[in-house]
C-alpha cells in the first residue's frame, strides 16, 4: 500500500517561505500526475499545484507566481516551493495523486502565516 508522508510546514511571517516535501512509497508514483492540496479549517480541500509524470504543472489562480511544485522520480518525492506567503495561504497541505487523490491520506503538513 503506498503511504505518503508530507513535512515541511511550520509557521512563518507573511511574505516568507518555505518547501514542503512529500515522500511516497512505492513504485507507481513514477508514472502518476500527483498534487498538493490544502484545507483551511472550515473548508473544503482543494488542489493548489499539480505536475505530470512528465513535469507538466498547473497552478491554482491564488498561487500562481509564488508556488512552484516540483518532483524527483528517483527519490519518489514531490516538492512544494512556497514564495510570498500570505495570511490566506494558512491551512493544512496534502499531496496525493491528481485529479483524484485516490491513494489514503497522509497527516498533512499545518502550514500558518501570521505575524
Known amino acids: 500500500q503506498v503511504q505518503l508522508v508530507e513535512s515541511g510546514g511550520g509557521l512563518v511571517q507573511p511574505g516568507g517561505s518555505l518547501r514542503l516535501s512529500c515522500a511516497a512509497s512505492?513504485?507507481?508514483?513514477?508514472?502518476?500526475?500527483m498534487g498538493w492540496y490544502r484545507q483551511a479549517p472550515g473548508k473544503q480541500r482543494d488542489v493548489v499545484a499539480a505536475?505530470?509524470?512528465?513535469?507538466?504543472?498547473t497552478y491554482a489562480d491564488s498561487v500562481k507566481g509564488r508556488f512552484t511544485i516540483s518532483r524527483d522520480n528517483a527519490k519518489n518525492t514531490v516538492y512544494l516551493r512556497m514564495n510570498s506567503l500570505k495570511p490566506e495561504d494558512t491551512a493544512v497541505y496534502y499531496c496525493?495523486?491528481?485529479?483524484?487523490?485516490?491513494?489514503?491520506w497522509g497527516q498533512g503538513t499545518p502550514v500558518t502565516v501570521s505575524s
Open positions: 505536475i505530470t509524470s512528465g513535469g507538466t504543472t
Open positions: 496525493n495523486t491528481w485529479p483524484n487523490g485516490v491513494l489514503a
Open positions: 512505492g513504485t507507481i508514483f513514477n508514472v502518476v500526475a
